[in-house]
């Protein structure tokens, strides 16, 4: 993903992958430079949005945006280098495991089940110990030897994950194929939600998504994430100056291409 969008400038060269134990630790090496972007599960199909993902967007790396976002299918499979008979338990990172329920129940009822920070922690935990069953994607067992024991074990077979390319500079991408996002809060007021929606009809602009999360520390209260489509500059800096104002507080996230 990082090599697609760094492939779109001629004659750059081709960018250094690094892997990283979590998506927390990903975002925190982006946040601090160490890295010049990462790319992070947003939300699936099947299971919806990646909290830790969200959360630590909106709430712990205000520093970071939206440069990108994708839609990938997904096949999960199980993988690992022993057998049936060996098995002790079946790690993945909690979506994962959640998108694969119905099959976990049916052919591994007893066995344990323990969420990990990542697919690919998983596939490295089951690559020194043959008592583990790691669920992730074909790359993640090739990359750490593993034998493919089944594929496509996920319960919905139509299984997407949209993924974001988040860093420290903002894109800046409008117009057709493009996407804006923003988070705000709103005063605990009657008709204090409607009124900042309101915005986006009064200025013709699409709203495709709108998330609800619970303000850290503040029982009761919510910020919004809301994703915008197909905006002009002109048109959208006026909507953002106008729901600023309407808003207990107010970030831009960004306005990037997306497909």
Known sequence: MIAELESDKPGSAKPEITEFLSIQDAMDATAVGEIDACVVPFENSTEGIVNVTMDSLLFDHVDLYIQR???????????GLGTDREIKKIVS????????????????????????????EAARLASVDSGILAIGPVIAAQMHGLKLIQEGIQ????????????????????GERSKTAITYGVPNKPGALVRAISVFDKHSINMTKIISRPMKGKPGEYVFYVELEDCDSINLEEALREIESKTSFFRHLGSFPYN
Not at 164 to 173: A, D, F, I, P
């Open 155 to 174: 319960d919905e077979k139509v299984n997407e994950t949209t993924f974001v390319v988040l860093g420290l500079k903002e894109t800046g991408v409008y």
């Open 69 to 79: 976002l994708t839609t990938l299918k997904v096949s999960q499979c199980l993988m």
């Open 93 to 120: 990172h909690q979506q994962s495991l959640a998108q694969c329920r119905k099959f976990l129940r049916e052919r591994y009822p007893d066995i344990l089940q323990e969420a990990v920070p990542s697919n690919g």
